[in-house]
């Protein structure tokens, strides 16, 4: 530590890097300490009779703190089978064959980065602020294998609904749903034919609103899913992760809005306890772009705030049949279609008089219609006007992890795949190194100290005991 203040000149800020660039180096050297020894502990506590010990091998893993450097035991298996196969204990035990030699601190802040900005800013953010140096590609690298890992999940969720073997924990009587697609640049070498885009399907369900402030609300146990396959196949996603949720036996009703896509519509006509709405703000768009003046528009809404949808196709057909200009007739026409395909969502679920359930504790009704905005923050932040382009793998796996963000489930669904259990005896050794009342604490003329023999004197001295031997003599 001394020779860190040789220097003569030495600003706060060269000195904060050069104690933090020497606490990653100490961290190190204690993660390698530990990874071995799980290492044999994990050899002692094996199957020798189905494990053969053939050695060790040199391996790198990234952290936090920086590249840690260790050797961890090769084992054969004795079995029957007559190719021979080998494993690394430590490498499965610790999940480094999910996500890769990367801790799931850095899987973590990756992750998290990689949801606002770019590959490359995303890379020198990690550098910057950790004692880790990333690129552009290492970053890509993760980000692919997290969206595999967690579109396996997903897929894994889906073959548990159709066997009706998923059953949620949370209950709620009400499920408010929402749906919407939104179009991605491809790059080149996908485009199909004149093609130059793919659309990312995406559903959000929640269980009412929340207040938070004056005037403020947000959705509450907000869960957002996307996908890119046919409807069809993403209903099924959807509603695995419902099931993965709720208890949807104590499902009374569901409310779904959107903006009456076709595809959309996929996704709930299985379901006879929904109440389908057309989004108000796609209504009054649709009605506005008719440009056919303020009267038009005045009792158009009018009769639709009276929850009258027959009289209101009745007076756009009427007006349709007294207009001689084509291209008033082709836009009257388009509105007229478009509210008569969707005219049993055209009235709000709240002016239906409905016998609504009782919601959640805390929670309340609401008008719908936030599926843009959750769009926004999953998709189009990130993913579009940036002149981006992308592979349709390479940004529905980038996407999922957005999805898992805006929900709120990203910290734990990264726990659910690099989750390893400690052995109890290490657990309680770095306990006792790490707890802070495990230090002195003494009054007056202050602690002198125990004489007591160097660490590691009498025991074997691999290069981390060395450079620790170092520090303590303060070389």
Excluded at 54 to 82: F, Q, W
Excluded at 288 to 310: I, P, Q, W, Y
Aim: positive net charge; glycine residues 6%.
């Amino acid at each position: 530590m001394n020779n860190i203040l040789h220097e003569n000149e030495m600003n706060f800020k060269s000195l904060e890097k050069k104690i933090f660039k020497f606490a990653c180096k100490y961290a190190c050297d204690m993660t390698k300490e530990f990874l071995q020894e799980l290492d044999r502990h994990l050899m002692r506590t094996r199957y020798k009779s189905k494990l053969r010990h053939k050695g060790h091998r040199k391996t790198c893993i990234k952290t936090l703190m920086g590249e840690v450097e260790y050797s961890r035991a090769v084992y054969e298996v004795l079995d029957d089978n007559p190719e021979r196969k080998f494993v690394y204990l430590l490498d499965e035990y610790m999940g480094f064959d999910n996500i890769g030699f990367i801790s799931s601190n850095l899987v973590e802040k990756i992750a998290e980065g990689i949801c606002d900005t770019s590959y490359a800013s995303t890379a020198k953010n990690i550098t910057d602020l950790t004692g880790q140096s990333i690129s552009r590609q290492g970053v890509w690298n993760v980000v692919q294998k997290l969206g595999t890992k967690i579109e396996e999940q997903e897929n894994g969720y889906i073959e548990l609904n159709k066997k009706t073997k998923l059953y949620g924990e949370r209950g709620t009587k009400v499920l408010f749903e929402e749906a919407d697609g939104v179009f991605v640049n491809m790059q080149k070498r996908y485009f199909k034919g004149k093609e130059k885009k793919r659309e990312i399907k995406l559903a959000i369900f929640h269980e009412g609103w929340q207040q938070t402030g004056k005037d403020r609300y947000e959705l509450a146990e907000k869960t957002v899913v996307c996908g890119m396959e046919t409807s069809k196949e993403f209903t099924k996603r959807k509603e695995a992760m419902i099931a993965k949720k709720y208890n949807t036996d104590e499902i009374e009703m569901r409310v779904f809005n959107s903006d009456g896509g076709s595809w959309i519509k996929t996704l709930y006509a299985y379901n006879d306890s929904v109440e389908a709405q057309l989004d108000q703000f796609h209504l009054k768009k649709a009605i506005k772009e008719c440009r056919m003046g303020k009267g038009f528009e005045t009792a158009v809404f009018s009769l639709l705030n009276d929850s009258k949808k027959e009289e209101t196709l009745e007076y756009i057909e009427a007006v349709l049949n007294s207009v001689d200009d084509d291209k008033q007739i082709e836009k009257i026409s388009k509105l007229y279609s478009y509210l008569k395909n969707n005219k049993q969502g055209l009235i709000p679920y709240q002016k239906r008089g409905l016998k609504l359930p009782d919601l959640n504790d805390g929670l309340m009704y609401r008008g719908m219609g936030s599926c843009e905005h959750n769009v926004y923050l999953t998709v189009s932040k990130r993913m579009k006007h940036r002149s981006a382009a992308w592979s349709p793998e390479g940004s529905l796996k980038l996407c999922k992890i957005i999805c898992l963000k805006v929900s709120k489930t990203l910290k734990t669904t990264l726990e659910t795949i690099s989750t390893f259990e400690m052995p109890e005896r290490m657990t309680e050794e770095i306990k006792s190194v790490l707890s802070a009342g495990k230090i002195p604490q003494t009054v007056g003329k202050g602690y002198e100290g125990r004489l007591c023999a160097m660490p590691y004197a009498n025991a074997a001295l691999t290069q981390s005991r060395k450079s620790l031997i170092n520090w303590l003599k303060g070389r």
